[in-house]
Nanobody, 127 residues
Framework: QVQLVESGGGLVQAGDSLSLSCAASGRSFSSFVMGWFRQAPGKEREFVGAISWTGRTSYSANSVKGRFTISRDNAKNTVYLRIYSLKPEDTAVYYC????????????????????RGQGTQVTVSS
């Protein structure tokens, strides 16, 4: 079993930057692909990006590419989402999720394919 706890959300101004963290406990963190998703009010959950179990490969959705970066520290069992130039439309609950990589570099954009999911952290961007 893996427990995921997101942190770092809050109320920020448009144009600010923000770092979200997702701390994992339980089974071996370094064997999991880690994904970030978000869900805005009244909208479906959206894939934001993910990072491979080694940390060598990361992928960001086209809608956030250039403003969102993902990194991980396997020694700290933590994955990070750095958001630059925040916009009001970034307002959402941000979730991290873990998927057993089974040694591959496959990165899924499908929330349902992830084995474990956090409770989310709210990010609110004011204009």
């Amino acid at each position: 079993q893996v427990q995921l706890v997101e942190s770092g959300g809050g109320l920020v101004q448009a144009g600010d930057s923000l770092s979200l963290s997702c701390a994992a406990s339980g089974r071996s963190f370094s064997s999991f692909v880690m994904g970030w998703f978000r869900q805005a009010p009244g909208k479906e959950r959206e894939f934001v990006g993910a990072i491979s179990w080694t940390g060598r490969t990361s992928y960001s959705a086209n809608s956030v590419k250039g403003r969102f970066t993902i990194s991980r520290d396997n020694a700290k069992n933590t994955v990070y989402l750095r958001i630059y130039s925040l916009k009001p439309e970034d307002t959402a609950v941000y979730y991290c999720a873990a998927k057993n990589a089974h040694g591959t570099y496959y990165i899924s954009q499908n929330y349902g394919e992830y084995d474990y999911r956090g409770q989310g952290t709210q990010v609110t961007v004011s204009s």
